[in-house]
């Protein structure tokens, strides 16, 4: 069974900085993209940023570009997503994702596995 879970997230006053942490565990591929999604309330889930398995190859939403960045450490199964700069509209419930191959995407329906989300709200 395969598990992602976040941390990190929580009230930022905007212009701040927050740094999300997803651990995989479990029997994945050994070679997974990952990528973050986020959900405002009323809205759908929308793409934030996606990392290859080697880490070479990042991508990012507009809206977030040059303000977050996607990293990983593969010793530590772990993947972040630095954010600075924050907005009142960056408010939402982040999620990480794992995608059973090696190249990254920006589909959420590409990915295989999903954490529980975690909450990160920008205060103006």
């Known amino acids: 069974q395969v598990q992602l879970v976040e941390s990190g997230g929580g009230l930022v006053q905007a212009g701040g900085s927050v740094r999300l942490s997803c651990v995989v565990s479990?029997?994945?591929?050994?070679?997974?993209?990952m990528g973050w999604f986020r959900q405002a309330p009323g809205k759908e889930r929308e793409f934030v940023a996606t990392?290859?398995?080697?880490?070479?190859?990042?991508y990012y939403a507009d809206s977030v570009k040059g303000r977050f960045t996607i990293s990983r450490d593969n010793a530590k199964n772990t993947v972040y997503l630095q954010m600075n700069s924050l907005k009142p509209e960056d408010t939402a419930v982040y999620y990480c994702?794992?995608?059973?191959?090696?190249?990254?995407?920006?589909?959420?329906?590409?990915?295989?596995?999903w954490g529980q989300g975690t909450q990160v709200t920008v205060s103006s």
């Open positions: 479990g029997r994945t591929s050994p070679r997974h993209a």
């Open positions: 990392i290859s398995y080697s880490g070479v190859i990042t």
């Open positions: 994702a794992a995608r059973s191959k090696p190249l990254y995407s920006n589909d959420y329906k590409q990915y295989d596995y």
